[in-house]
């Protein structure tokens, strides 16, 4: 993801990077990489799953599901906000399609059977061998209007899927977000920010999103999915467009603290103590309880976890810009990895714990080890995993700044 900036008034062809953006793009990937890495052992419904699973395990990944897509299509967002500033509409298609649609489409290809074959294996529906399992593979998927085409066929991959469509689908109100009538626009909403906690309201849309269309659409990745994830991704467009965003992002760190803790504390505590569940019926007063805590969730945990790298993670080193090249590269690949490992390891004899660090261990080891000498050095393998062509030393300079924004 681009997150070049060119500072306002700044004619020099030297591009400024928001580096906690990149830390937290680097953290989001590693984070979806241990999410699948323990996805085995925890109690919900898996391509690979251990005979012994934690509950332990399954709170903990429940708890990161509900923000951490959300925070990965808000940074989408911010991304194209960025790209934009130095391209046409034309040339971040363009841009898009490279980063997103065709290592989609050879991630579809290449690695998407691998994953359902070894599901197929592990749940006794298939035996033969991969090649035998291919012909099935694309005569079962999924063929209709609907976005859970891009899971059925992308496993994984799905979030590349929506990140292309959402560019696509939001490229006429980003571009006119850039005209005067836009920025007017931007500018109107900016008052909210300058309220303290007044951030916080944005939650609105992305539950009423939750509350029309769920009833109707209640299968993950379908259209309620598509919807809530598009809001974060609008969003993260508009608050890096004007900086009373952003500052009070910076601004209002306490009281996102207080209000990400009290509605997780709150959508748990509730249901425990009044029985309130997420399986409620649409129309229901549980119903309408559950998706409001949830959307606050999702929203407020986003803010603060933004707020917090804002903070803490606004620097570079070697390190973060090995991460960033490879953060792409790594996300595509490492589901299969874990899948095919998994596969093996929890038919041994042993416990939980041992199981579930060596599938961690080992995936990250073979997949940063495939990105290593596969990946990275070849540059046809480069471009159908989006990446760049390899950089000469002296191609790019770039420094930190503060947020660019039109006030």
């Not at 803010?303 to 390190?319: A, G």
């Not at 191609?395 to 006030?407: L, V």
Request: glycine share 8%; no cysteine; proline share 5%.
């Amino acid at each position: 993801m681009d997150r070049s900036i060119t500072p306002p008034g700044n004619s020099d062809n030297k591009f400024a990077r928001l580096h906690y953006l990149d830390w937290l793009g680097v953290l989001l990937v590693l984070g979806v990489f241990l999410f699948h890495a323990v996805h085995p052992f925890d109690t919900i419904a898996w391509h690979i799953k251990n005979p012994e699973q934690s509950e332990v395990v399954t709170y903990m990944i429940g708890f990161f599901f509900m923000w951490g897509m959300p925070l990965f299509f808000l940074v989408g967002g911010v991304g194209s906000q960025f790209a934009l500033r130095r391209r046409s509409g034309r040339q971040f298609v363009v841009e898009r399609t490279r980063r997103l649609l065709i290592p989609f489409f050879a991630g579809v290809v290449l690695l998407s059977p691998i994953m359902i074959y070894f599901e197929q294996l592990q749940q006794a529906n298939f035996a033969g061998s991969f090649f035998a399992y291919l012909p099935e593979f694309f005569r079962s998927r999924l063929y209709a209007f609907s976005p859970k085409i891009a899971s059925d066929w992308g496993v994984h991959l799905w979030f590349l899927g929506f990140l292309f469509l959402f560019s696509l689908i939001a490229l006429p109100l980003f571009l006119w977000f850039k005209r005067e009538d836009g920025h007017r626009f931007i500018k109107q909403l900016g008052r909210f920010a300058e309220i303290p906690g007044g951030i916080l309201l944005f939650f609105v849309p992305l539950a009423l999103v939750i509350l029309i269309l769920e009833p109707y659409f209640p299968d993950e990745h379908d259209w309620e999915d598509f919807f809530f994830y598009f809001g974060f991704f609008v969003l993260g467009y508009i608050f890096f467009a004007n900086t009373r965003f952003t500052v009070a992002v910076r601004r209002d760190g306490k009281l996102l603290a207080f209000a990400a803790v009290g509605s997780v504390i709150a959508l748990f505590g509730i249901s425990i103590v009044t029985g309130v569940s997420y399986d409620s019926q649409p129309g229901t007063a549980a119903f309408i309880l559950s998706r409001l805590l949830w959307a606050l969730v999702a929203w407020s945990w986003t803010l603060l976890i933004l707020s917090t790298s804002m903070r803490f993670l606004d620097f570079t080193n070697n390190q973060l810009e090995y991460l960033r090249e490879a953060q792409l590269p790594i996300f595509v690949l490492h589901q299969p990895v874990i899948i095919v490992i998994a596969f093996f390891v929890v038919q041994w004899d042993a416990g939980i714990l041992p199981k579930l660090l060596l599938v961690v261990g080992g995936s990250f080891l073979v997949t940063f080890g495939i990105y290593e000498l596969f990946i990275r050095r070849i540059e046809p393998v480069r471009a159908l995993f989006g990446m760049k062509p390899r950089r000469r030393k002296n191609d790019e300079t770039i420094s930190a700044s503060p947020e660019a924004g039109t006030n």
